[in-house]
T-cell receptor, first 117, second 115 residues
Framework: AQSVAQPEDQVNVAEGNPLTVKCTYS??????LFWYVQYPNRGLQFLLKYITGDNLVKGSYGFEAEFNKSQTSFHLKKPSALVSDSALYFC???????????????FGGGTRVLVKP | DAGVTQSPTHLIKTRGQQVTLRCSPK?????VSWYQQALGQGPQFIFQ???????QRGNFPDRFSGHQFPNYSSELNVNALLLGDSALYLCASSSVSAPYTDTQYFGPGTRLTVL
């Protein structure tokens, strides 16, 4: 079974400071990892994903994430946070694709990010 | 390029009723997944449709059923509604033709309230 943990319910950061949102995962085989962001009363917006290759993945809106296989982590980072980054962030995982088996995502519980001016 | 669309935006039902939610996938996508997001929680996978068949299912009772049409759009049906079915229902689409790089793109969701 696959699972995702986001250990922090909320992260507070001052505008202009670095932002980190933590995620650890458990899955059989090589994982496919995703980060999504959700603004109030909205659906999920895709930020970035790790499939294979470089451990540092760059995504939308200046976000990046670092894959660490030994620590089974996939932390989301942004060098300089903006007030508009305040939202709910979800980490998700799915196992390596087996043809016709489906690509179900398993989500963490989410981390609320509050960026203060 | 139209993204994933869902209807209706909001819905209020009473216990015991039945509800149908609709989803149109992103252009070029052929696979539709449904998720339930209860307040304060992460989305939970309900099921996934491809080629008009249910390909994968999560831990949801048979009261939850779905359908996919030849144009790849999809419906989620919930029978005998319970208070606990109140949630944001999210539809996501992806393309099976790109299995190793596929990304699920989500619609805005349908907020269901059961009274």
């Amino acid at each position: 079974a696959q699972s995702v943990a986001q250990p922090e319910d909320q992260v507070n950061v001052a505008e202009g400071n670095p932002l980190t949102v933590k995620c650890t995962y458990s899955v059989s085989g090589n994982p496919y990892l995703f980060w999504y962001v959700q603004y109030p009363n909205r659906g999920l917006q895709f930020l970035l994903k790790y499939i294979t290759g470089d451990n540092l993945v760059k995504g939308s809106y200046g976000f990046e994430a670092e894959f660490n296989k030994s620590q089974t982590s996939f932390h989301l980072k942004k060098p300089s946070a903006l007030v508009s980054d305040s939202a709910l962030y979800f980490c998700a995982v799915r196992p390596p694709l087996i043809k016709a088996a489906g690509n179900k995502l398993t989500f963490g519980g989410g981390t609320r990010v509050l960026v203060k001016p | 390029d139209a993204g994933v669309t869902q209807s209706p935006t909001h819905l209020i039902k009473t216990r015991g009723q039945q509800v149908t939610l609709r989803c149109s996938p992103k252009s070029g996508h052929d696979t539709v997944s449904w998720y339930q997001q209860a307040l304060g929680q992460g989305p939970q996978f309900i099921f996934q449709y491809y080629e008009e068949e249910e390909r994968q299912r999560g831990n949801f009772p048979d009261r939850f059923s779905g359908h996919q049409f030849p144009n790849y759009s999809s419906e989620l049906n919930v029978n005998a509604l319970l208070l606990g079915d109140s949630a944001l229902y999210l539809c996501a689409s992806s393309s099976v033709s790109a299995p190793y790089t596929d990304t699920q793109y989500f619609g805005p969701g349908t907020r269901l309230t059961v009274l």
